[in-house]
C-alpha cells in the first residue's frame, strides 16, 4: 500500500542541529484500508478443512491468522508511511535508523496507526563558490638530466658483475664473510641474525644498504683482505632488536666482482620494448611529465579543497562526528603502538591528539557533504563503462574474474563504495577543470 503526504499527519521538531523527531500518523480509515487488504489476501490464500479458498468466515480467519494479519499490517504500514514521511520533510538520513530511536506499537483496528523516530540527518547549508577557484601550479618542464638519470637506472638494474683484480668500488659486488661483537642472545635471533654474521655470502655496494655504512666502509677493499670497523644501525631500522645498536664487524674479503652496465645500444631499447635511444628517451621524458603533471593537479586540487572547507562551520551528525573521530584517534593509536611506547606516553600522545582529531574529522565530513552536494547539483555520476572498468581493475588485482569480482564485492557491500569514490573522483576532476589556474614559469628552463 502507498501513501502521499495528504494521507498522513506528520509532526516534526528539531531538538537540535542534524537531529529531527518525527510523530507519524495514518489516520484509522486508511490504516483499516491495509488491513483489509491484507486480511482478503489471507482469505483468499489461506487453507481451513471444511472451507473453500475465500470462503472462510472473518472470525474464524481472525481466530486463526489474526496476529499474523495485525503483524503484516504494522508492517506494510510503517514500511509506506516511513518512506512517505522521509520524502514529504526532504529528509536525507545521515545514518541508519537505530532501532533505541524508533518507537512503534502493533496495528489496532479501528484506530489510528502511529510511530515516532528520532533521526539524524544531514546540514543545511549554503553551498560555496566551487566554480572558477584560483589554484596556482608550477610549470611543468622535464630536464635531459632527468631523463638521464631515469635512463642510468635502468641500466644499472639490468647490470651484470664478474670476477675483477682490483680494488672494490661503489656498484661492485662483494663475495664475503663477515662477524661482528653482537651479544649471543641476538646471534642466535634467526629474525636478525643475518645483519650480525655470515659466510661465504654476496653484498651490494650500493643502495639500499644491507649494513648501514658498508658502500664507504669496504671501498677500496681487495680479494682475501681483512677490514674491521664500527657500525651503527639506524633508529628507524626495521628490526626493532637493532635499532641504535653498535657493533665492530670483521669482514674478509674473497671475491670482487665488478659491475658492467649494458650499452644504451638497440638490443638494450628492444628489451624495454622501444625501437631505439631517441624513442626511448621519449618514452621516459613522457612519463616524467605525466607523473610532475599528476603532482601539481594534486596540489592544485588540494587548494581548491581547502578553499571550499574555509570558513565553513555548519554543524555536523553527531553520530557520524563520534565514529569518524574515534576512527581517526584508532589509527593513531595503532601507528603509536607500532613504535612500541610506553602505555603512559602512549596516553599522552592519544589525549593530545583528541582536539586534532574532532577538527580532521570535522573538516573530513564537511568536504564530504560539500563535494556530494557538488556532484548532485552537476549530475555528476560514473558511466555503466566507468563503473564496470573499475570493477575489471579490481578483478585484475586480485587475479579474478570480473564475474567473480563483481559477486564478492557486492556480497560484502563494496560496490557502493566503489561507485562514491568514482563519483568523488569526477567531482574533483571536474573542480579541477573548472578552476581559475594560475601556471607559475619556471625560473630557469629545462
Known amino acids: ?27 484509522a480509515d486508511k490504516a483499516q484500508m491495509a488491513y483489509k487488504q491484507i ?21 474464524i480467519l481472525a481466530k486463526r491468522y489474526g496476529q499474523n494479519i495485525l503483524a503484516e499490517t504494522t508492517d506494510t504500514l510503517f514500511k509506506s508511511a516511513y518512506d512517505t514521511a522521509l520524502q514529504a520533510e526532504k529528509i536525507r538520513q545521515a545514518t541508519s535508523m537505530k532501532k533505541e530511536d524508533l518507537e512503534l506499537e502493533s496495528y489496532q483496528v479501528g484506530q489510528d496507526f502511529s510511530f515516532k523516530l528520532r533521526l539524524e ?16 601550479s608550477n610549470e611543468v618542464q622535464v630536464g635531459e638530466d632527468e631523463v638521464s638519470t631515469v635512463i642510468d ?25 663477515y662477524k661482528s661483537t653482537a651479544p649471543a642472545e641476538l646471534l642466535e635471533n634467526d629474525k636478525v641474525k643475518y645483519f650480525l654474521q655470515a659466510e661465504n655470502t654476496w653484498l651490494l655496494l650500493q643502495e639500499p ?58 638490443e638494450f631499447c628492444k628489451s624495454l620494448g622501444v625501437a631505439d635511444s631517441e624513442e626511448l628517451k621519449k618514452r621516459v621524458e613522457e612519463t616524467l611529465n605525466r607523473g610532475k603533471q599528476q603532482e601539481e593537479d594534486q596540489k592544485a586540487t588540494g587548494q581548491i579543497l581547502d578553499a571550499l572547507v574555509a570558513g565553513q562551520d555548519f554543524a555536523l551528525p553527531p553520530t557520524l562526528m563520534q565514529a569518524t573521530t574515534q576512527r ?11 613504535r612500541k611506547l610506553e602505555q603512559e606516553e602512549l596516553n599522552a600522545k592519544l589525549a593530545a591528539y583528541e582536539a586534532e582529531a574532532e577538527q ?29 572498468r573499475a570493477i575489471a581493475n579490481h578483478a585484475r588485482e586480485n587475479q579474478k574474474t570480473v564475474q567473480e569480482m563483481f559477486k564478492e564485492m557486492e556480497k560484502s557491500g563494496q560496490l557502493e563504495q566503489v561507485y562514491r569514490q568514482l563519483i568523488r573522483y569526477k567531482t574533483l576532476e571536474f573542480l579541477l577543470a573548472k578552476a581559475n589556474r594560475h601556471i607559475i614559469k619556471a625560473d630557469n628552463p629545462a
Not at 540527518?121 to 596556482?136: A, D, I, K, R, W
Not at 573538516?363 to 563503473?387: G, T, V
Open 209 to 266: 644498504e644491507l649494513l648501514p655504512g658498508t658502500i664507504t666502509i669496504l671501498d677500496g677493499v681487495k680479494a682475501e683482505e681483512q677490514k674491521e670497523a664500527e657500525l651503527t644501525f639506524p633508529q628507524d631500522h626495521y628490526s626493532e632488536e637493532l635499532r641504535g645498536k653498535t657493533f665492530t664487524y670483521t669482514f674478509d674479503i674473497h671475491e670482487v666482482q665488478g659491475r658492467t652496465l649494458p650499452e644504451l645500444d638497440e
Open 1 to 27: 500500500m502507498e501513501f502521499t503526504a495528504s494521507d498522513l499527519q506528520i509532526i516534526r521538531t528539531e531538538p537540535a542541529p542534524c537531529l529531527v523527531n518525527l510523530e507519524v500518523i495514518v489516520p
Open 153 to 177: 637506472n635502468l641500466r644499472e638494474q639490468r647490470a651484470t658483475h664478474s670476477k675483477v683484480e682490483r680494488a672494490s668500488q661503489r656498484g661492485d659486488m662483494l663475495k664475503l664473510s
Open 39 to 59: 486480511s482478503r489476501k489471507y482469505a483468499q490464500k489461506a487453507r481451513v478443512p471444511g472451507f473453500r479458498a475465500g470462503k472462510i468466515p472473518a472470525h
Open 328 to 338: 581517526l584517534l584508532d589509527l593513531f593509536k595503532q601507528r603509536a603502538e607500532n
Open 121 to 136: 540527518v544531514e546540514p543545511e547549508f549554503e553551498l560555496p563558490e566551487y566554480v572558477g577557484v584560483n589554484v596556482s
Open 360 to 388: 580532521q574529522a570535522a573538516r573530513s565530513l564537511r568536504l564530504e557533504l560539500i563535494l556530494n552536494h557538488i556532484a548532485q547539483k552537476e549530475e555528476l555520476a560514473p558511466s555503466d563503462d566507468e563503473f564496470t
